[in-house]
């Protein structure tokens, strides 16, 4: 079954950008997913095709229609659709390897790409649109997002990456950072390669792998590793029960 991608947008122009090369570019041309960016403003009724109006209560910027959007939202995912609907937003819930994983066992997604200072909430609550964010910043436009999101989710699909172990011996999946990775040369520059991982001792190698991703994560990530490495056991003293 092909993973469809529906990308809204007032900047159709930008997909498949990146999307386009590399292992999402082949796996596209054969048909493993397929791409549709839809213009939002395609939806619009009046001559300028007006997508945003002023925010209600004042303030500065623009905000995105609710009805221009429902309709946009609806052509692209009727009610027989089984696909999530997400909104690229800095205020969604961070997305994770699992949520990525999640999407790529599914049927695709529609993507809403938000502009100016956001969506109105009504079109938010009305539509279901589960928000994701990539990142505590802020872009132009939730188009880069989606990229980011669609390239994530594509190189899970069956069949695109060459080694399917590529996509389970990585950061994240285990809840830690990857471990480092070395190649020939041996030596570059006075530095060599770790001698375990020349030994051919699997057993000592998957040790030294672990024990430098659960480094690499309470060093550079310590809220992954608070969540995923337990605690050492607390010593008993003397007299404790």
């Known amino acids: 079954m092909t993973f469809r991608a529906t990308v809204l947008t007032l900047y159709p122009e930008m997909f498949p950008g990146a999307l386009g090369v590399s292992l999402a570019g082949r796996a596209l041309e054969a048909g493993t997913w397929s791409l549709d960016a839809v213009q939002i403003r395609d939806f619009a009724s009046d001559k300028h095709r007006t997508v945003d109006d002023t925010p209600a209560g004042g303030g500065a910027g623009m905000v995105m229609r609710a009805d221009i959007v429902a309709k946009a939202v609806d052509a692209a995912s009727p009610a027989d659709d089984d696909r999530p609907r997400l909104l690229m937003s800095p205020r969604g819930k961070p997305l994770t390897q699992a949520r990525v994983r999640d999407l790529a066992a599914g049927p695709g997604v529609v993507i809403l790409c938000g502009r100016f200072e956001g969506v109105d909430q009504r079109v938010i609550d009305a539509r279901g649109l589960e928000e994701v964010s990539i990142g505590d910043y802020i872009l132009s436009g939730g188009e880069p997002a989606a990229l980011v999101l669609l390239d994530a989710v594509v190189r899970l699909l069956p069949g695109v ?51 430098q991703a659960e480094g690499l994560t309470m060093e550079r990530r310590p809220d992954l590793a608070s969540a995923c490495l337990e605690p050492p056991p607390t010593k008993k003293r003397s007299g404790d029960a």
């Not at 990857?178 to 190698?205: C, M």
Request: net charge negative; proline share 6%.
């Open 161 to 211: 990456m060459g080694n399917e172990a590529s996509g389970t011996e990585e950061s994240f999946e285990g809840g830690l950072l990857e471990h480092p990775h070395y190649t020939r040369p041996q030596d570059f520059e006075g530095r060599a390669i770790p001698e375990v991982l020349l030994s051919g001792n699997h057993r000592k190698i998957a040790e030294w792998r672990r024990a």
